[in-house]
């Protein structure tokens, strides 16, 4: 069964940094595009940042500038650097990825469980 494990989260002032890691477990064949999305409390659920399979990033405009996706394909993981982080960016933050499970020609979307990122002002 193929999962999402996600580390990194905290608590951190303004200003600060953190790096979150997802990384993708189980019967992988390839992973496609990797995403990190945020929820706030009482808010939707917004894309913070995407990487497609060769590299390509984008970015929501509240965090270009600020915020570093990257990949290590070696590893079937994806990394958030959050650099001059805002209270605004307070919020549980998801991975997500489209897989490739062996033995099957479909990719499929998985979720990691979620990791608590709160800046303090």
């Known amino acids: 069964q193929v999962q999402l494990v996600e580390s990194g989260g905290g608590l951190v002032q303004a200003g600060g940094s953190l790096r979150l890691s997802c990384a993708a477990s189980?019967?992988?064949?390839?992973?496609?595009?990797m995403r990190w999305y945020r929820q706030a409390p009482g808010k939707e659920r917004e894309l913070v940042a995407s990487i497609s399979s060769g590299d390509s990033t984008n970015y929501a405009d509240s965090v270009q500038g600020r915020f570093t996706i990257s990949r290590d394909n070696a590893k079937n993981t994806v990394y958030l650097q959050m650099n001059s982080l805002k209270p605004e960016d307070t919020a549980v933050y998801y991975c997500?990825?489209?897989?490739?499970?062996?033995?099957?020609?479909?990719?499929?979307?998985?979720w990691g469980q979620g990791t608590q990122v709160t800046v303090s002002s």
């Open positions: 997500n990825a489209l897989i490739q499970v062996y033995g099957k020609s479909a990719t499929f979307s998985y």
């Open positions: 189980g019967p992988v064949s390839s992973v496609k595009t």
